[in-house]
């Protein structure tokens, strides 16, 4: 077997591991949807009424790219914990003694957030569609904006992965994977404009990939012109991918249940 | 394992360790908390890199090959290394498609470890109502899944219960009697007399001693005798009466009640001690010959108690 196919097969074995408890954990699935729709009610009826962004006529077009792209980010978090717990718990000695490949660990455990982050996303398509939220940019293009909002999701799975595999316990993956998320996506064009940010601030509100990610999945849901946002976007899941897969390996062959 | 040095910052965790064990034998490694145990079982298990020397499993490079180890080895590591959200099945089904081996083998491979760790009862239910004894029986049937030539117990009963590490030591002479190779580390010297067909005592990151736990305990002599007695002024009659007895000084205790000596272990020692101080007029409380265990052994060799290092570390 050559090594490509191992580390798919034992991906999969891994991915399917995580994939079998989720239904179990009903709990867990119910809890994780009700956060982003809590924000999601939030946002449209507290801050809604008051905030007023330029080129949209209605909040919600421009709020609910952002809290998508927000709730998908968040997601990102489960990967670094679980991987703290398997190191914890002594499950990575186990695995990194089997003759698997040992990136399956890692890559198993990112597809499966996947999943659970797809799940939580269309329980959130639902109730935006429900509140009055629309593709007004067509099918071909929502199908696009998705993609780009999972991509850079995945891309910070990476991310929570080095985390995970850095810190010595499950709470302090937990904090250190939480903690920079709310500057990431709040010091952004996620729920307001940043042009009403203060001067110092903008250009770290504009320079933010998490702005040029939800600008362009806004753009691209409400059939606005993108420009090259998008491909700022791609380019930048892809690098953090490229990066963090190499430091998340790294770390992977050294960390210890110690 | 030929000269493994393994250092950590300032610390020689393995100051070099060389240790052979052959196939089908039952080695336990031996050593307070800090010895170098876990870190000798890190580097044969591809863990941990030497610094320097080397180890070999069946003649192979852990250094130079470790895939070819890892399909060779099982590891039981100091946690019980189960995922506790799955089925005991699914934990077996899972490590078992990790060692690439065809689905039907492993059904059939987890169904006859479910049944000989007397886990197929609770072969559906998931792990997580598990007590400490069947997590860890479970941890050595998924280590067992690929049938590995040897097999790694780092302090397989650490943490259990004394009912659940008497099973635990069942299953282990079992896997002896099956001819399974195995090297087993242990803080509890009672544990590695019961257990290894040969002891390899291990301290500060140097093998101190070898030998078979008979061999150990010839080491440091043969039995010591201990007498109590009621009142303090008998002391020295009694100890007058016990010294043609025994095979060397005889020691009191400050209470002046407590005798202890050297005797040559055989038949009829205590009856004959017990009509001497009889006779002689002193009114015994408490006669006891006590062998040596291996608790002994260490501090002959070590100079300190087990206990002693533990609070220490």
Known sequence: ?258 | MDGIVKTFGDTRALDGVDLAVPRGAVYGLLGPNGAGKTTSVRVLTTLLRPDAGTARIDGIDVAADPHAVRQRIGLTGQYAAVEERLTARENLGFVGRLFHLPRARVAARADELLERFDLADAADRVVKGFSGGMRRRLDIAMSLIAEPSVLFLDEPTTGLDPRSRLGMWDVIEELAADGTTVLLTTQYLEEADRLAEQIVVIDHGRVIAEGSPDELKQRIGGARLSVRIARPENQERAMSTLTPLCAGEVVSDDARTGFSAPIIAGDGVVPGVIRALDDAGVDVLDVEVRRPSLDDVFLVLTGRTTDAEEDAS
């Open chain 1, 1 to 258: 077997m050559n090594r490509l196919r191992w580390l798919l097969h034992d991906s999969w074995v891994e991915a399917e591991r995580h994939l079998r408890i989720i239904p179990r954990n009903v709990e867990l699935l119910i809890f994780a949807s009700i956060q982003p729709i809590m924000f999601l009610a939030i946002f449209v009826y507290v801050f809604g009424g008051s905030i007023v962004i330029p080129g949209f006529d209605n909040y919600d077009q421009f709020l609910m790219p952002g809290i998508f792209a927000q709730t998908l980010v968040f997601g990102s978090a489960f990967t670094g914990i679980g991987l703290a717990d398997d190191l914890q718990k002594g499950l990575v000695d186990r695995l990194r003694s089997l003759p698997m490949s040992r990136s399956a660990v890692i890559v198993g455990r990112t597809i499966s957030d996947l999943v659970r982050n797809l799940f939580t996303f269309v329980v959130m398509i639902v109730v935006a569609l429900a509140i009055g939220f629309r593709f007004t940019g067509g099918a071909v293009d929502a199908i696009a904006a998705t993609a780009l909002l999972v991509l850079f999701s995945y891309a910070l799975s990476w991310v929570q992965a080095v985390i995970g595999l850095s810190v010595s316990s499950v709470e302090a993956a937990n904090s250190a994977g939480f903690i920079w998320m709310f500057p990431l996506t709040f010091v952004s064009s996620a729920f307001v404009d940043p042009s009403n940010m203060p001067g110092w601030l903008r250009p770290v509100a504009d320079a933010n990939p998490f702005t040029l990610v939800t600008n362009s999945a806004r753009a691209l849901y409400n059939g606005n012109p993108v420009g090259t946002d998008a491909w700022w976007a791609l380019a930048w899941s892809i690098g953090i991918i490229v990066v963090f897969s190499t430091m998340a390996a790294r770390r992977f062959s050294r960390s210890t249940a110690g």
